[in-house]
Nanobody, 121 residues
Framework: QVQVVESGGGLVQAGGSLRLSCVAS????????MGWYRQAPGKQRELVAR???????NYADSVKGRFTISRDNAKNTVYLQMNSLKPEDTAVYYC???????????????WGQGTQVTVSS
């Protein structure tokens, strides 16, 4: 089994910062791409940022220059540093991990349960 757990969400005023963390654990051989997605009420889930195993990154246009994704491969952890937050960043943020499982060497996508980020104006 593989578990993905996010943490670090909360309530912050516009212009503030938050740092999200996501840890993948369990029967993992390696993790390819890890990413952050978000879903606001009444909207579809959208990509925020993702990072490959060799740390190549890409970002949604709406967060470029404000958010930074990074990872620690030794800890199977991905981070999202969010600066200059805006009310429109309010959403549930989900972590995704593209995992190759130990022993079976099957590859699957795993999602966390989500963490709420609320930005007040």
């Amino acid at each position: 089994q593989v578990q993905v757990v996010e943490s670090g969400g909360g309530l912050v005023q516009a212009g503030g910062s938050l740092r999200l963390s996501c840890v993948a654990s369990g029967s993992i051989s390696r993790i390819n791409t890890m990413g952050w997605y978000r879903q606001a009420p009444g909207k579809q889930r959208e990509l925020v940022a993702r990072i490959t195993s060799d740390e190549s990154t890409n970002y949604a246009d709406s967060v470029k220059g404000r958010f930074t994704i990074s990872r620690d491969n030794a800890k199977n952890t991905v981070y999202l540093q969010m600066n200059s937050l805006k009310p429109e960043d309010t959403a549930v943020y989900y972590c995704n991990a593209d995992v190759v499982k130990r022993y079976a060497y099957t590859r699957d996508q795993y999602w966390g349960q989500g963490t709420q980020v609320t930005v007040s104006s």
